[in-house]
C-alpha cells in the first residue's frame, strides 16, 4: 500500500515528461540514493536532499570539500551513506562535463528517444522490466562519463520517473497527463 505521499508523488510527478535540467539532476541523485532502498525513505527525506545539497546545485555539490563530505555524513535528513554522498559529488561533476559537451542533461537524455517518451502499454505491474536495452545503453554511457550509482535497473526507474519511459498502467488515471 502507498502513503500519501507516495500516492501525491505519483499522481503529480512521477512519469511526467520532465526537461528541466535541475530537476532531471535531482531525480538521477536521488534514484542512486535509493539503491537498497525503498522509494518512500527517499522521498521522506527529499526536502532533506534538497537543503543538504543546496537545491541540487551542480556546480555548488561539485565543489564539495571533506568538510562538505563530513557535515552530510553527520546529516540525519539524507541516507548518511559515504560511498552515495561521494557519488553525489562525483556526479555533479560529470553533470556539468555532459552539459559542457551535450548543452544540457535535458538534450542528452531525450535524443534516446527522439525527444519522445516510450509509451508501454502494461496492464499489470508484474509486467513491467527492472530493466531494458535503454536502460542499459543510458547507464553505460553515463558510467563511461564517471557516473556513480547508475546501474542499469536505477537508470530504469529514472527514465520511469522523467517519463522518458511511460510505464503508467493502461487504466492508470496518470497515464495521459
Known amino acids: 500500500?502507498?502513503?500519501?505521499?507516495?500516492?501525491?508523488?505519483?499522481?503529480?510527478?512521477?512519469?511526467?515528461?520532465?526537461?528541466?535540467?535541475?530537476?532531471?539532476?535531482?531525480m538521477l541523485i536521488l534514484e542512486g540514493a535509493q539503491a537498497g532502498l525503498s522509494w518512500s525513505t527517499i522521498l521522506a527525506k527529499r526536502d532533506g536532499y534538497r537543503?543538504?545539497?543546496?537545491?541540487?546545485?551542480?556546480?555548488?555539490?561539485?565543489?564539495?570539500?571533506?568538510?562538505d563530505r563530513e557535515r552530510l555524513m553527520a546529516d540525519a535528513g539524507i541516507v548518511r551513506n559515504r560511498l552515495k554522498i561521494n557519488a553525489t559529488i562525483v556526479n555533479a561533476q560529470a553533470y556539468l562535463r555532459l552539459c559542457e559537451e551535450h548543452g544540457s542533461l535535458d538534450a542528452w537524455l531525450w535524443r534516446h528517444v527522439g525527444g519522445?517518451?516510450?509509451?508501454?502499454?502494461?496492464?499489470?505491474?508484474?509486467?513491467?522490466?527492472?530493466?531494458?536495452?535503454?536502460?542499459?545503453?543510458?547507464s553505460k554511457a553515463l558510467a563511461k562519463r564517471g557516473f556513480k550509482f547508475v546501474g542499469?535497473?536505477?537508470?530504469?526507474?529514472?527514465?520511469?520517473?522523467?517519463?522518458v519511459?511511460?510505464?503508467?498502467?493502461?487504466?492508470?488515471?496518470?497515464?495521459?497527463?
Not at 117 to 128: A, D, F, G, L, R
Open 51 to 67: 537543503r543538504a545539497f543546496d537545491g541540487f546545485d551542480a556546480k555548488k555539490i561539485a565543489a564539495y570539500t571533506e568538510a
Open 152 to 163: 542499469s535497473t536505477i537508470i530504469y526507474a529514472y527514465l520511469q520517473a522523467v517519463c
Open 116 to 138: 519522445q517518451p516510450v509509451v508501454n502499454h502494461w496492464t499489470e505491474m508484474k509486467q513491467i522490466p527492472a530493466r531494458t536495452e535503454l536502460s542499459d545503453t543510458i
Open 1 to 26: 500500500m502507498k502513503t500519501a505521499a507516495e500516492r501525491a508523488y505519483h499522481d503529480a510527478e512521477w512519469g511526467r515528461p520532465q526537461h528541466d535540467d535541475r530537476v532531471l539532476f535531482e
Open 165 to 177: 519511459v511511460n510505464d503508467h498502467l493502461i487504466g492508470c488515471a496518470a497515464r495521459g497527463r
